[in-house]
């Protein structure tokens, strides 16, 4: 009998144990499905912005809103680069794009790349640019660094 309520004291104790992080730890987690950061232009053909977004707190993507209907000329691009710091610097370690066609208006969201935010050794920006259909731009035009 002594046995058995020892190994359920236990139980219960380790159980204590671990329920006590995990609700210290979920308000943290709030802020990672927001906007973290956001640049806007204004050009001939409207207006567009570029942002880094958290989907949560593994992951953020770069989404590219443009509020033009115009029906002309090359595709845009949107990208997101994910770099960490190391022993040379600032490393690309992650990148994803997304071609938006020329008129095609609204909102456009890279894929995803990894996200430590509790890490401090990481950085990201999105960036746009104009290319042709199956060719990224060769220069892109990207807003600040976030982590």
Known sequence: MRLTRSMISTAIALCIGLAIPLAVSQPA???????????????????WSTHVVGTNCS???????????????????????????GSY?????????KRVEFGNFGTHNTGTVPSRPSDGSERFHACWGVGY??????????GGWVS
């Open 89 to 97: 610097g600032w490393l690309t370690t992650h990148t994803q794009s």
């Open 59 to 85: 992951t953020r993507y770069g989404r590219f809103v443009w509020d033009t209907s115009d029906q002309c000329c090359n595709p845009w691009w949107v990208k997101i680069e994910r770099q960490l710091w």
């Open 29 to 47: 987690n709030a802020a990672c499905g927001t906007v973290n950061s956001g640049s806007s232009y204004w050009g001939w053909n409207g207006t």
């Open 133 to 142: 259909q199956s060719t990224p731009p060769s220069s892109w035009t990207c």
